[in-house]
């Protein structure tokens, strides 16, 4: 069992940037892959970015691509995902996922463990 934490949303203005924390206890964490997730209340979630084990993979939504970066720290047992050039179109909850097959996936039904989501809220 994994128990994932996301931490760092908040309130920003169009253009801003936040970067978001996933902190991870329980299993050895540098063995699953790890993706973000985004969802607005009564919307279908959608995948934002992913990150293999190793941190050697990255995949990335083609409507972040170039503005968010997702990376890892294994020793610290943390996935981070630094989001720039926010619209107000992002205002979404932002879920962090852990993947034990370990390379990641856009798919969210490949995802074993969820946490509870950190709210991100853009202001034009």
């Known amino acids: 069992q994994v128990q994932l934490v996301e931490s760092g949303g908040g309130l920003v203005q169009a253009g801003g940037s936040l970067r978001l924390s996933c902190a991870a206890s329980?299993?050895?964490?540098?063995?699953?892959?790890v993706g973000w997730f985004r969802q607005a209340p009564g919307k279908e979630g959608e995948f934002a970015a992913t990150?293999?084990?190793?941190?050697?993979?990255?995949y990335y939504a083609e409507s972040v691509k170039g503005r968010f970066t997702i990376s890892r720290d294994n020793a610290k047992n943390t996935v981070f995902l630094q989001m720039n050039s926010l619209t107000p179109a992002e205002t979404d909850v932002y879920y962090c996922?852990?993947?034990?097959?370990?390379?990641?996936?856009?798919?969210?039904?490949?995802?074993?463990?969820w946490g509870q989501g950190t709210q991100v809220t853009v202001s034009s």
């Open positions: 990150i293999s084990w190793s941190g050697s993979y990255t």
């Open positions: 329980g299993r050895p964490f540098s063995t699953y892959a």
């Open positions: 996922a852990a993947d034990r097959g370990g390379m990641g996936s856009p798919d969210k039904r490949q995802y074993d463990f």
